[in-house]
């Protein structure tokens, strides 16, 4: 039976609804599939008619009906509207939730294509929400008075266990560096989506964290997800600049879309010296503060890939304001970092060329600003072996350099018991940071010729780069200048091979100091490094 | 900044010195004591930071020696150099308001030393503060028994190199540590009601860690002296009694001179001076310890008159008059006034006592007629209800 011309009694006729997605029997295009979650194999929903034909006929009938049906589909502009969207299955979870994150998808498709995609966009979004264990959406027939009109029916099934555990890699931003972590996540106790986890997080040998937080992805009227996080973060730095910092305070993230994201910290502060050596800069800053900060974040990164770029750019701009409390002992202080990547590829061996900046500068504010020096853990360190080409995080990474072994270093305390020391390359030398640091490399990688290393990930790279710290406060800035500046470049070239598993991503270099300065951790040889694969 | 230019000839075994420039003149029997004496010439016209000088010989008896006063800090690495003592805050008219760096402060200043004093406001609990650094040279006051063992130890300043050795110069100096300090401790945190405290310690920090740290230092104050709510009164009195016993035993061995040993301050006066002025200035008038002080007149005196001599003489800007206590105190010793407030406070708290079990027993008897009520009536309302259903029954019909 061909498909006559006024088909749109197919969608308003009574007691034949649309059939879902049929299996991949038929040969129309992929999107149709793409919806269903589950494959549900009987959902023709026939009537029984009156119609006294044999079943082979009526078997036959029905398939070219359908045929055409499809073909139309594909081929036409049907327009449809969305009539009603109907959800069920939810116990717990607010319907509000639910409309909020599919009903403006739906309700703006006007063609049967256009809901179809709307459809499967929105079926993302709710799986993206993390707390449902299947989502279905079943497109009906609207109702027989209404014809051209759909209704969509939103069928979730709410996860049973809404604890879960989870351990892994991951790059925290607040203690610079990545981490191993084990969280507990309860979901959606509330209905709202909202998604409750403690951790507990432990750095690279240095950083220690225990920490709460819940966020919920639209609550009442709010347009943007809530996060909060309250925690308990504490850092020794004891070998490398002779103080621990402990912080325990809160964090709000108040508006985090697309691009952009800002939030708040409130934390209180504590640096204390139990190994009592530490440096007179040092000595000077030990004590209590209440940090008061708010932050704000806009990024933008469109690599093909963040763990092995090769083209695209990418931008990151961090902005960090202190001392916004009307109390004026509150840490002031204004932070920037700027990140720019670039990445070109060459064509061959899928060999590309990476190209990267990054600077940061922070100063205090206030009465007397330009006397006062900048609080240590505000301060930029540079070294380490993280890989400049992954990670976005402002100014840190020259490869070649130990953990906080580049910069402006200041005599420890003489120590009456100068026995062998138990770390011989204390050299009794406290890193103090720098008030400007800025960074740039250029890795050019490309692919091993053996076609295991290659199915593996595993390629090479060689790079260089250079990295400088200075101080700017208690009136050091009057003494800048730019040839002093450009001296201030220490430098570092090599080459490598990238091995990226499943749990992290290792590098193993051969790096080549070309400058550094007198008190400088700079080493000439083999390194590893980790980055976590995020 | 001055320079002072002098040139020294020698005749008959005596060497006298004029300077080029100016009116200043001595003389000595050796270079010696000549180079001494023309410092402390220098010195006493221009008292403003470091001394440096140089003597050279012209000829076998003629010289040129040059003194120069404060010429050298400009720079901050070089202020590094002098002796820089970190305490906490000034204020109540003292140098700095802390018991434990208050000492320090005084026995440095005995020994004549050039002093930068710096400050350190956001660590109150830490057992660092007061050290004395110069240069890489750090001494704090947790290591090796204190910051005045650690200067005697490295050679730095030693006033108790004569008196060390007498015994009861020890034994006022153990119970000056031991009774007197518990006292001012005692007073400081749990016996007033912790102004002074907040005041010196917290008044630097935002409000919420100011508060949090002084319950801490509370609860590790009380537990340090073992202080609990059952022996409370008791401690109390014990240790007024032992500050009142110390207080005598210091006054009759002070008598009437100035120091308390060989008529030279050691460190022993340091402690004693630190302690009188700051339970003198520091401690509210109400304060039982202040009272006690006030009964011995040459303590006071004592406190006040090296006060002036070593601690107002060479104060700079760094001590704030901007405190109405100041000025009381500046009247002299006859002025002293005190208002203890204990026998008022033991009386009261029988009073209390007794009030607040006469409340309980109001209370109670309150909620035992309001439960009989209740019940009471929730069994004529019972009976109510049915009459309703009956009548709505009989509607019905």
Redesign the interface.
């Known amino acids: 039976m061909p498909a006559s011309p006024d088909s749109y009694p197919h969608f308003g006729q009574p007691g034949k609804p649309i059939p879902n997605i049929p299996t991949p029997e038929s040969d129309d295009p992929e999107d149709f599939v793409e919806i269903e979650e589950e494959e549900e194999t009987d959902d023709f929903e026939e009537e029984e008619e009156p119609e006294p034909m044999i079943p082979d006929a009526q078997m036959h009938m029905d398939r070219t009906r359908m045929e055409a049906l499809f073909q139309r589909l594909s081929s036409e502009r049907v327009p449809v509207r969305v009539h009603d969207v109907i959800i069920k299955g939810n116990t717990k979870t607010k319907n509000s939730l639910i409309q909020s994150e599919v009903e403006d998808l739906l309700k703006k498709a006007t063609t049967f294509q256009q809901l179809l995609r709307a459809a499967g966009h929105a079926n993302a979004r709710l799986q993206r929400l993390d707390i449902f264990e299947s989502v279905n959406i079943t497109l009906d027939t609207g109702p027989p008075e209404l014809p051209g009109t759909a209704n969509v029916i939103v069928e979730v099934s709410e996860s049973t266990n809404p604890l879960t555990g989870d351990i892994g890699l991951f790059s925290k931003p607040k203690a610079r560096s990545w981490s191993l972590e084990g969280s507990l996540k309860l979901k959606n106790l509330f209905g709202y989506g909202d998604l409750w986890d403690t951790s507990v997080a432990y750095g690279w040998g240095q950083a220690s964290e225990v920490s709460a937080g819940f966020s919920v992805p639209k609550f009442k009227a709010f347009p943007t997800p809530l996060t909060a996080r309250i925690s308990l973060l504490s850092q020794d730095w004891l070998k490398f600049s002779s103080y621990k910092e402990r912080a325990f305070g809160t964090s709000l993230g108040l508006v985090s879309s697309g691009n952009h994201n800002l939030s708040y910290d409130l934390s209180?502060r504590t640096l204390?010296?139990p190994s009592?050596m530490s440096s007179?800069t040092v000595?000077?800053q030990?004590?209590?503060?209440?940090l008061s900060a708010l932050k704000y974040t806009f990024k933008i990164d469109r690599r093909d890939s963040p763990l092995r770029p090769t083209r695209g750019h990418a931008f990151v701009s961090t902005t960090q304001i202190g001392g916004l409390?009307p109390?004026f002992?509150?840490l002031r202080f204004i932070r920037q970092e700027f990140d720019l990547r670039y990445a070109v590829p060459l064509g061959f061996y899928r060999a590309a060329l990476n190209v990267g900046i990054s600077s940061g500068v922070v100063f205090p504010w206030g009465s007397g600003f330009l006397n006062t020096p900048s609080q240590l853990p505000e301060r930029f360190f540079m070294g380490g072996n993280s890989s400049p080409v992954c990670t976005l995080g402002g100014p840190t990474s020259v490869l070649g350099f130990k953990a906080r072994g580049l910069g402006p270093a200041e005599?420890?305390?003489?120590a009456e018991e100068n026995l062998n020391d138990e770390s011989s390359d204390s050299s009794g030398m406290d890193f103090i940071g720098g008030d400007l640091a800025v960074t740039a490399f250029a890795d050019f990688s490309f692919d091993l010729p053996l076609r295991m290393f290659r199915e593996a990930g595993i390629h090479a790279h060689a790079f260089a780069c250079t990295g400088s710290l200075t101080k700017l406060t208690e009136n050091a800035h009057r003494e800048f200048s730019f040839q002093k500046f450009r001296e201030s470049f220490r430098s570092s070239a090599g080459f490598g091979i990238i091995v990226p598993t499943k749990l992290f991503r290792m590098e193993v270099n051969y790096c080549y100091i070309l400058k550094q300065q007198e008190h400088d951790r700079g080493k000439t040889g083999v390194q590893f490094s980790f980055s976590s694969p995020l | 900044m001055g320079v002072f230019t002098f040139v020294c000839r020698e005749s008959a075994d005596e060497w006298t010195a004029k300077q080029l420039s100016g009116e200043l003149e001595t003389s000595a029997g050796s270079t010696y004591e000549l180079q001494r004496k023309l410092v402390q010439v220098a010195l006493s016209s221009d008292s403003s930071g470091a001394v440096q000088s140089s003597f050279s010989y012209i000829t076998p008896s003629s010289a040129v020696f040059q003194v120069v006063v404060g010429g050298a800090s400009v720079d901050g690495n070089e202020e590094r150099e002098n002796l820089t003592l970190v305490a906490r805050k000034p204020c109540f008219g003292l140098p700095t308001a802390c018991p434990t760096c208050l000492p320090v402060y005084v026995y440095l200043r005995f020994a004549h030393l050039p002093l930068n004093l710096e400050f350190n406001l956001i660590h109150p609990d830490s057992d660092q503060i007061p050290f004395v650094e110069s240069g890489n040279y750090v001494a704090y006051n947790n290591e090796r028994g204190g910051v005045i063992w650690s200067l005697k130890e490295d050679g730095i300043v030693d006033l108790d190199s004569d008196v060390r050795g007498i015994p009861e110069w020890v034994s006022t100096k153990a119970m000056v540590e031991s009774w007197l300090a518990d006292a001012v401790m005692y007073e400081l945190w749990v016996g007033s009601d912790g102004k002074s405290a907040y005041k010196i310690y917290y008044s630097d920090l935002p409000w919420p860690i100011g508060k949090i740290l002084y319950l801490k230092q509370v609860r590790a104050v009380k537990q340090l002296l073992g202080i609990t709510s059952e022996n409370a009164e008791r401690r109390e009195e014990e240790i007024y009694r032992r500050s009142t016993s110390a207080y005598g035993a210091l006054s009759s061995r002070l008598g009437e001179e100035s120091f308390f040993f060989e008529n030279r301050p050691t460190s022993l006066d340091a402690v004693v001076l630190g302690h009188v002025l700051f339970t003198l200035h520091a401690l509210p008038e109400t304060s039982l310890l202040r009272s006690k002080l006030l009964d011995h007149t040459n303590l006071v005196k004592f406190a006040e008159s090296h006060k002036a001599e070593y601690i107002d003489a060479n104060s700079s800007a760094s001590v704030p008059e901007s405190d109405p206590s100041t000025s009381a105190s500046r009247r002299g010793p006859s002025q002293w006034s005190s208002k203890p407030k204990s026998k008022p406070k033991r009386e009261k708290t029988e009073e209390e006592k007794k009030f607040r079990r006469r409340t309980k027993y109001f209370l109670v008897t309150q909620l035992v007629a309001v439960l009989v009520f209740l019940s009471l009536l929730g069994g004529s309302n019972d009976a109510e209800v049915e009459l309703e259903d009956d009548d709505d029954a009989l509607n019905y019909d």
């Open positions: 209180w204390t010296d009592q007179h000595r000077r030990l004590g209590h503060g209440l409390l109390d002992r509150s005599t420890r305390r003489n």
